[in-house]
DNA sequence: TAGATTGTTAATCGATTAACAATC
DNA sequence: TAGATTGTTAATCGATTAACAATC
């Protein structure tokens, strides 16, 4: 529909590209904590564990920051990654479902180094309100619109069981989240123009139990 | 190397395939509670969030369980993904890093009902060995082998902090482990053979990020 | 200049999808 | 038989990779 400018940075980077970007980010940081300064590309794709020519041709999306003979300034790089990805700002989240998962959520250290901030914890059930967790107090679900719209909240993450799941997807959407990290075990639908990403444990668990019988059965056919 | 029999069901599932089989099985798995004996790959791909184009594909891997004109048989199918996947069987599972998510893990239920048994807790802070979580010892990290062996553990956990889990991991491989889900937060190096597979809550979250983001600058644009 | 390393090309590989013949 | 739905084909799309020209 609108013509794009082709003043600002290339757009269209593809998913496979954006899903490793975290991954350079999270690299560079590493090499900057040992001291270094610059790194070549073989370097760096060491460090995240991907072939170089992935590597480059993944930062080719974003642009040249690189200088020919000599490789990458990491400081550069790493500000350059992480304004493509957006976590020069903070962006605010909510967590839904506080048990045991959400527990773990909410007190995961890397939320706040990375990027993010956790506004809100919000909870179903009645006896787990006015508890804190990781110094934020948690509230009533019935509170999710209000504060979406105070904070201006785009991502949601859900950490109820899967038969709650898809009320607060719902919930969550029409409060105006445009972004959902699901740990529920179950499919949510959501209307097009929101972005799901799912962690499921038991799924992670089965694609590694297939590959560890497959192993089993060359070996059978081998011995 | 080995000439593969042809008597055995076809090999060489396609990773992304496999990758949605656990999916395909929960979904039936729902459709079964709902009393549903039979469906379409239509029915289906919907509850798992497919279109059944690639759900038939995804299925004609593993061999031909429909029946033209009718559809699937619930059960039958789920079995018959059950035994590709090999969740017929339990898997012994042994958990290393006992903090916020690794007690969510040990807690999570989907482990028994999917086809894995958590046979051991470790840590490597005395503070926490004889502590019981949801009804396992955690034991000193030093009794991996002995457990790995003992149980012929394949598949372990790591949810230590970032800089622990290289040397777990090590350890691991060591003992005989040959599938690895890692929850910390650092890219594993591991011998060819052993598989890994990583879940990062960052990651995750910087990917959403990235998409609200360029969601915002196409409105911008627009408007 | 010579050596090193990027950024890009082009070939290859794997995954997705629509369409439809096979067949219940 | 007529209608429904699978399993498969083939076209398309997107991702990976090696190779190398550009260039510091």
Same mark, same amino acid.
């Given at each position: 529909?609108?013509?794009?400018?082709?003043?600002?940075?290339?757009?269209?980077?593809?998913?496979? /590209?954006?899903?490793?970007?975290?991954? %350079?980010?999270?690299?560079?940081?590493?090499?900057?904590?040992?001291?270094?300064?610059?790194?070549?590309?073989?370097?760096?794709?060491?460090?995240?564990?991907?072939?170089?020519?992935?590597?480059?041709?993944?930062?080719?999306?974003?642009?040249? %920051?690189?200088?020919?003979?000599?490789? %990458?300034?990491?400081? %550069?790089?790493?500000?350059?990654?992480?304004?493509?990805?957006?976590?020069?700002?903070?962006?605010?989240?909510?967590?839904?479902?506080?048990?045991?998962?959400?527990?773990?959520?909410?007190?995961?250290?890397?939320?706040?180094?990375?990027?993010?901030?956790?506004?809100?914890?919000?909870?179903?059930?009645?006896?787990?309100?006015?508890?804190?967790?990781?110094?934020?107090?948690?509230?009533?679900?019935?509170?999710?619109?209000?504060?979406?719209?105070? $904070?201006?909240?785009?991502?949601?993450?859900?950490? /109820?069981? *899967?038969?709650?799941?898809?009320?607060? *997807?719902?919930?969550?959407?029409?409060?105006?989240?445009?972004?959902?990290?699901?740990?529920?075990?179950?499919?949510?639908?959501?209307?097009?123009?929101?972005?799901?990403?799912?962690?499921?444990?038991?799924?992670?668990?089965?694609?590694?139990?297939? $590959?560890?019988?497959?192993?089993?059965?060359?070996?059978?056919?081998?011995?």
């Amino acid at each position: 529909m609108t013509a794009r400018s082709s003043a600002e940075s290339a757009r269209d980077v593809p998913e496979a /590209t954006v899903a490793r970007l975290p991954v %350079y980010l999270r690299a560079l940081a590493t090499l900057a904590d040992e001291g270094t300064s610059t790194c070549s590309s073989e370097d760096l794709a060491a460090a995240a564990g991907v072939n170089s020519s992935k590597l480059r041709k993944d930062l080719s999306y974003l642009g040249s %920051y690189g200088t020919r003979g000599v490789g %990458y300034d990491v400081d %550069y790089l790493r500000y350059q990654i992480a304004r493509e990805i957006g976590v020069t700002q903070d962006w605010p989240v909510v967590i839904v479902g506080i048990g045991n998962l959400g527990h773990a959520l909410a007190n995961f250290s890397g939320f706040r180094s990375r990027g993010f901030r956790v506004v809100a914890l919000l909870d179903a059930d009645r006896d787990r309100h006015g508890e804190q967790v990781a110094g934020v107090d948690v509230r009533p679900f019935s509170d999710l619109e209000q504060i979406v719209t105070e $904070h201006g909240v785009a991502i949601g993450v859900i950490s /109820t069981p *899967a038969q709650a799941a898809q009320d607060v *997807a719902d919930r969550m959407v029409a409060s105006g989240v445009t972004s959902i990290l699901n740990f529920a075990p179950t499919v949510l639908q959501v209307p097009s123009g929101v972005d799901v990403r799912k962690v499921d444990l038991s799924i992670e668990l089965q694609i590694l139990a297939y $590959h560890v019988q497959r192993k089993a059965q060359a070996e059978a056919e081998a011995g």
